[in-house]
């Protein structure tokens, strides 16, 4: 497989290439350099998709009343046996 630099440096991926890696439009890619050429990888190591996101979202109410309505209410205080 083979394509061509545009003047734009921009190239064509074969489509073999895109399918085996699940490339798709605005995908992100790293280049890494090596002796005998370039190496290409999908995505960009050490930022989890998580990562990306996190602190994005936001609530209407505070992360400690949501909590408190997906555990249930507290439950009661236990009391302490008296030694005798």
């Given at each position: 497989?083979?394509?061509?630099?545009?003047?734009?440096g921009q190239i064509t991926l074969?489509?073999?290439?895109?399918?085996?890696?699940?490339?798709?439009?605005g995908t992100p890619v790293e280049?890494?350099?090596?002796?005998?050429?370039?190496?290409?990888?999908?995505?960009?190591?050490?930022?989890?998709?998580?990562d990306a996101v996190f602190g994005?979202?936001?609530?209407?109410?505070?992360?400690?009343?949501?909590?408190?309505?997906?555990?249930?209410?507290?439950?009661?205080?236990?009391?302490?046996?008296?030694?005798?």
């Amino acid at each position: 497989m083979k394509s061509t630099v545009s003047s734009k440096g921009q190239i064509t991926l074969p489509g073999a290439v895109r399918a085996k890696l699940g490339l798709r439009a605005g995908t992100p890619v790293e280049f890494e350099l090596r002796e005998d050429g370039v190496f290409v990888r999908k995505g960009v190591r050490g930022v989890h998709p998580v990562d990306a996101v996190f602190g994005t979202l936001k609530a209407d109410r505070p992360v400690d009343e949501l909590i408190d309505e997906m555990r249930g209410p507290p439950a009661a205080p236990r009391r302490r046996r008296s030694r005798r």
